[in-house]
C-alpha cells in the first residue's frame, strides 16, 4: 500500500511560482509512475503532468508545458511539481497519483493524496 501527501499549496499572486511535492510512503513508489492532476471547482478533474519511474519519460498538458515541470527524487520518495508563471486560471486543487501502470495522462492511477489548493490572484 502506497499513500501519498501533497504540500506545497497557498495562495500567489499571478505570474509568481510554487513547488508542490508529493511525499509517498513505501519503497514501492519508487517504481511508480506519478502523475499530478487538478479540479477547479465546478469542473472535472484534469491532468497536468506526469512522469516514469525513471524519469525518462515526461508528459505535460499543453496548458501548462512550458511554466510547470515535473521531476522525482527517489531516493527521498517525493514527486515534485514547479509550477512557474502562474495563472489565475491555475487555480485548483492539486492532486498526486502514482501506480504500477503506465496510464500517465489518465486519471486511472493506483493511488491518490488528499489534493493541496493553489490559488492564483489577479
Known amino acids: 500500500q502506497v499513500q501519498l501527501v501533497e504540500s506545497g499549496g497557498g495562495l500567489v499572486q499571478a505570474g509568481g511560482s510554487l513547488r508542490l511535492s508529493c511525499a509517498a510512503s513505501?519503497?514501492?513508489?519508487?517504481?511508480?509512475?506519478v502523475g499530478w492532476f487538478r479540479q477547479a471547482p465546478g469542473k472535472e478533474r484534469e491532468f497536468v503532468a506526469a512522469i516514469t519511474w525513471s524519469g525518462g519519460s515526461i508528459y505535460y498538458a499543453d496548458s501548462v508545458k512550458g511554466r510547470f515541470t515535473i521531476s522525482r527524487d527517489n531516493a527521498k520518495n517525493t514527486v515534485y511539481l514547479q509550477m512557474n508563471s502562474l495563472k489565475p486560471e491555475d487555480t485548483a486543487v492539486y492532486y498526486c497519483?502514482?501506480?504500477?501502470?503506465?496510464?500517465?495522462?489518465?486519471?486511472?492511477?493506483?493511488?491518490w493524496g488528499q489534493g493541496t489548493q493553489v490559488t492564483v490572484s489577479s
Open positions: 513505501g519503497r514501492a513508489f519508487r517504481s511508480y509512475s
Open positions: 497519483s502514482a501506480g504500477p501502470r503506465s496510464v500517465m495522462t489518465r486519471p486511472e492511477y493506483d493511488y
